[in-house]
DNA sequence: TTGTATGCGTTATCAG
DNA sequence: CTGATAACGCATACAA
């Protein structure tokens, strides 16, 4: 065998092309080089088959180009479409994503993090649900929906906004009882704040309100017990309804119509996130709409800032509400009206 | 200053600690060690907050423990399952998963694989529409879904399987005259075989039946003008229909609606893949069910596998039939009867 | 502009 | 069982 049968290195390419491994350095990455230099290297590579090797750079240079993302699943739609718009943002700019999935876990929450302690990867963007979790400081860290405290940056829609967006919203589909539904955990995360902004609206619309909140661990079969309690002779006690989640809606609106309760006609149902059908079609339930594709580009940029004091340690982004099929059509203003 | 500001790496460990770099490398990767110098060790990298870094490693070692995953996006539910059961089977492993989402792009498909080569992963579980992309010869590939060569081990659902099982299924279920409908790519690829099954299958049940094949162009518009040009007097000329994929079949359904065809009273339908709503609740439709996670596991066995002469070139594996809303139950038979 | 040489942090070989 | 040292592939400061 005349050919070597190992993976030819840089210096293979320069020993060839006679020219200092150095100039060969420079040619791969684009750096000035002098035009016949050039054209010597660029053939030898051609020729050898050469084949850039990253480890190489990364080790020198302690880079790796690549973020860790932090998350439960991507069976949520929801984390499904933050990692597809994370991953996006983070190709716009030459970078890789690492994904770990930490099922709800907190043992794998932590083990995640120390792995990218160990140089695999230059910042973390995070959605985690451990309480007391102690982030690293010495990489940059990018939390979503949680804030852990001034030092981590966390990127979240403007829940209380969506909350009191809902309640509004509500109000002008016409709705006079109104019930919040959702489930809490043991940790105080942004979300956390859509009961508050929904009761908020609900007092700025003077609508009557009641709140039902199940802990993490309670059964879902205790939703279905709220809402047979409220049902006096076939009516239903509230004629609108804010639920903490779309998933949460969509469990909610199936045990409504098995209890022959109407949605939309006896009672409307608004959602929070946004999800839709297939990632792309119709919304399953109406819903305050997160941001996502923002929230990913504001995550992204912030864990690659290099001027790190420039971070905000808190930022909100704007929601919207989209009507889907568990609200009906609002009743079309007189134009006018809006302009008085 | 008396502390050095910059990490401490195993030579810092090594000469704190009056040991040989090498000693310490053993302690690090739990290899037999004397009891003293374990301890002297242990405390050293203790007390200088020794972190280790896997560049090293992966330089000298050429092994950086990471797969490539390639796949169109996470969005559509079917990606999102597999993405997470091969990050699950790498996990138990001890590997990550490096995601790169194509959109069904064919340049970024082949800049994804140019990327694992320049040794960013161990291997490559692909999973691409490109139809005439080829794929290294050096690095371990694995393809899901799409035959390439005898030399790139593929993984899929046993389609014809599938597409027969419907058939038989539909003729169960009471259905004389039905329909296939899917969209097809100009790629052959396994799922391709859906139809011949489901033909193969009529025709063993000695079922009518038609086929409404659609190019990746044609709008959906045209599915609908297929089941309008069906209805004679309100009524539709099928009463059964076997969708490619429960995300067509989905879409279906809400045409058939709207056009006042009750599903599953007048038409039943059953889809390809078995989705669920959220990932883990009713199934969207009812469905031939891929085996995802064994789907998942054979590809991560295969890619990890030293051995390359053991895999299998095609490994199919058995589907099952689920019951969603959109097909009807079936009548009870007489327990005996099965078994004369 | 190009060549040379050193070091990034680890593993592995070999001698003690 | 342990110590010393040479790679691994590349970037870069410095010398020419």
């Not at 020729?47 to 020198?60: A, D, Q, S």
């Amino acid at each position: 065998m005349s050919s070597n049968p190992q993976k030819p290195t840089m210096a293979d390419v320069a020993r060839e092309a006679g020219v200092a491994i150095g100039t060969v350095s420079r040619v791969v990455n684009g750096e000035a080089v002098g035009e016949v230099y050039q054209k010597k290297v660029t053939e030898t590579i051609e020729r050898l088959g050469y084949k850039y090797n990253n480890m190489g750079r990364v080790l020198r240079t302690n880079q790796t180009n690549t973020i860790a993302m932090i998350i439960p699943n991507t069976l949520n739609p929801y984390f499904a479409m933050l990692v597809h718009h994370i991953n996006a943002a983070l190709e716009k700019r030459n970078y890789k994503m690492m994904l770990c999935f930490t099922e709800y876990d907190r043992q794998r929450e932590w083990d995640m993090i120390q792995m990218v302690r160990q140089k695999r990867a230059d910042g973390i963007i995070a959605l985690t649900y451990h309480p007391d979790l102690n982030m690293p400081t010495d990489i940059p860290v990018v939390s979503i929906d949680r804030f852990f405290s001034v030092s981590i940056p966390c990127v979240a829609a403007d829940n209380f906004g969506g909350g009191r967006m809902a309640a509004h919203k509500l109000k002008e589909l016409g709705c006079q009882k109104v019930a919040h539904m959702r489930i809490i955990s043991t940790l105080i995360n942004e979300p956390s704040k859509r009961k508050d902004g929904f009761i908020s609206g609900c007092m700025e619309c003077d609508m009557d309100y009641e709140c039902m909140l199940l802990h993490d661990g309670e059964a879902y079969a205790k939703f279905e017990e709220f809402i047979r309690a409220n049902i006096h002779e076939g009516r239903f006690a509230f004629d609108g309804l804010f639920i903490g989640t779309d998933s949460l809606a969509w469990r909610i609106v199936q045990i409504l119509r098995k209890l022959h309760i109407r949605v939309p006609q006896d009672v409307q149902v608004i959602g929070f996130d946004g999800l839709r059908m297939f990632g792309d079609q119709e919304y399953i339930v109406s819903s305050i709409v997160q941001p996502i594709e923002d929230i990913a580009e504001v995550c992204v940029e912030t864990v690659l800032s290099k001027d790190r004091s420039v971070v905000h340690s808190l930022t909100t982004l704007p929601v919207h509400y989209a009507k889907g099929p568990t609200t009906r059509d609002i009743a079309k203003e007189d134009p006018h009206a809006s302009m008085a």
